[in-house]
């Protein structure tokens, strides 16, 4: 069996286990009377507190894209080397330039964790899309689960929300950091998290049980709460799910449940003929991909920008080429 075949299978395993043993609804005890019927007012479900997005408006121009590493170690045993890709200076297309000067500005940030198996370059075709945007993306390589370390430990995923706090805070720390490429030109109070499969339960964990409250929005792709669980808490902070409903590793219904328990703003991009990822993160033929990016963008520009015009946006983005919908309650 191939080593991806191998990480599938375990992955799909324990998300299976994980959601059968692990329900909290719960039907009566079998030979119980049944509960008797009691008259309730109905009331319409409370609204969702407002998200804390100070207006702004983000860049307009595209950017050159800088790369660099950033090599740290977690409780001295965790090594967590981080992939950043930023704004630069120069002309904007072609492809990275390695530490390259950044741009002018004060940027957002987003954190990316990547899947099972993976290392942040996969995310490339994306990521730098949002650089080129106008965010700086910081994708730690995490020890246990990467194509670095041992790829398949699924198990780590759960110290995996601790790693990308930590790296979150010595990423912060180079916007005051004398000569560094980035000294002055971090947000650093408008930061973001996403990721990607074992990368989407280390985010929803992020908001759940490891909820790191300088996390203003959430995207997941492809996740499920396997260990982190539903227990969204702390400031309202929106979040977008993108799933496609023939992923083949986490059944898009699970990704749904998680959705669905979300209290605040939020929206799920489905793809109907999406698998787990590889058309939506990757090249491919371009389309869903597209698609993905622009929708992306538009929910990072409103939720780490304050920009109204690009919330506006958002349905537009997500309807090109009719290949995905949108459930929208942002």
């Given at each position: 069996?191939?080593?991806?075949?191998?990480?599938?299978l375990?992955?799909s395993?324990?998300v299976?286990?994980?959601?059968?043993?692990?329900?909290?609804d719960?039907?009566?005890a079998?030979?119980?009377?049944?509960?008797?019927p009691q008259?309730?007012a109905?009331?319409?479900?409370?609204?969702?507190?407002?998200p804390?997005i100070?207006?702004g408006?983000?860049?307009?121009?595209?950017f050159a894209?800088?790369v660099?590493?950033?090599?740290?170690?977690r409780?001295g045993?965790?090594?967590?080397?981080?992939?950043?890709?930023?704004?630069?200076s120069?002309?904007a297309g072609?492809?990275?330039?390695d530490?390259?000067?950044?741009?002018?500005?004060?940027?957002p940030v987003?954190m990316?964790?990547?899947g099972?198996?993976?290392?942040?370059?996969d995310y490339?075709?994306?990521?730098?899309r949002?650089a080129a945007?106008?965010?700086v993306?910081?994708a730690?390589?995490?020890p246990n689960?990467?194509r670095?370390?041992d790829g398949?430990?699924?198990?780590d995923?759960?110290?995996?929300?601790?790693d990308?706090?930590?790296a979150?805070?010595?990423?912060?720390?180079l916007?005051?950091?004398?000569?560094?490429p980035?000294r002055g030109?971090?947000?650093?109070d408008?930061?973001?998290a996403?990721g990607?499969?074992a990368?989407?339960?280390t985010?929803?964990?992020l908001?759940?049980?490891?909820?790191?409250?300088?996390?203003a929005?959430?995207?997941?792709?492809?996740?499920?709460a396997?260990?982190v669980?539903?227990?969204f808490?702390?400031?309202?902070?929106p979040?977008?799910?993108?799933h496609?409903?023939?992923d083949?590793?986490v059944?898009?219904?699970a990704?749904?449940?998680?959705y669905d328990?979300?209290p605040?703003?939020?929206?799920?991009?489905?793809?109907?003929?999406?698998?787990?990822?590889r058309d939506?993160l990757?090249?491919?033929?371009?389309?869903?991909?597209?698609?993905?990016a622009?929708?992306?963008?538009?929910f990072l520009?409103?939720?780490?920008?304050?920009d109204a015009?690009?919330?506006?946006?958002?349905?537009?983005?997500?309807?090109?080429g009719?290949?995905?919908t949108?459930?929208?309650?942002?």
């Amino acid at each position: 069996m191939s080593r991806r075949a191998a990480s599938v299978l375990i992955a799909s395993t324990l998300v299976a286990s994980t959601l059968v043993g692990c329900s909290t609804d719960r039907g009566p005890a079998e030979g119980a009377d049944p509960p008797a019927p009691q008259a309730t007012a109905s009331a319409p479900p409370a609204a969702p507190p407002a998200p804390a997005i100070p207006a702004g408006s983000a860049p307009e121009r595209a950017f050159a894209v800088g790369v660099r590493q950033l090599k740290l170690t977690r409780d001295g045993d965790r090594s967590l080397p981080v992939t950043i890709w930023y704004p630069a200076s120069g002309r904007a297309g072609g492809e990275p330039v390695d530490s390259a000067q950044g741009a002018d500005g004060k940027f957002p940030v987003v954190m990316f964790s990547h899947g099972l198996g993976g290392r942040p370059t996969d995310y490339a075709a994306l990521l730098t899309r949002w650089a080129a945007a106008g965010f700086v993306v910081a994708a730690p390589t995490f020890p246990n689960t990467s194509r670095r370390g041992d790829g398949n430990n699924v198990l780590d995923v759960l110290n995996q929300p601790a790693d990308v706090s930590y790296a979150l805070t010595r990423v912060l720390a180079l916007d005051g950091r004398d000569g560094d490429p980035l000294r002055g030109r971090l947000a650093t109070d408008r930061v973001a998290a996403a990721g990607h499969s074992a990368g989407g339960v280390t985010t929803i964990g992020l908001f759940t049980a490891g909820r790191d409250e300088r996390l203003a929005a959430g995207i997941v792709f492809a996740g499920t709460a396997v260990g982190v669980g539903t227990a969204f808490a702390g400031a309202t902070a929106p979040q977008l799910f993108v799933h496609g409903e023939a992923d083949e590793v986490v059944q898009y219904s699970a990704g749904k449940a998680v959705y669905d328990k979300v209290p605040w703003p939020k929206a799920m991009l489905s793809l109907p003929d999406g698998d787990h990822g590889r058309d939506l993160l990757r090249d491919g033929d371009g389309a869903s991909l597209r698609v993905v990016a622009d929708t992306t963008i538009e929910f990072l520009r409103w939720t780490l920008y304050g920009d109204a015009a690009a919330k506006e946006r958002i349905p537009t983005a997500s309807a090109g080429g009719d290949i995905a919908t949108l459930d929208n309650h942002l």
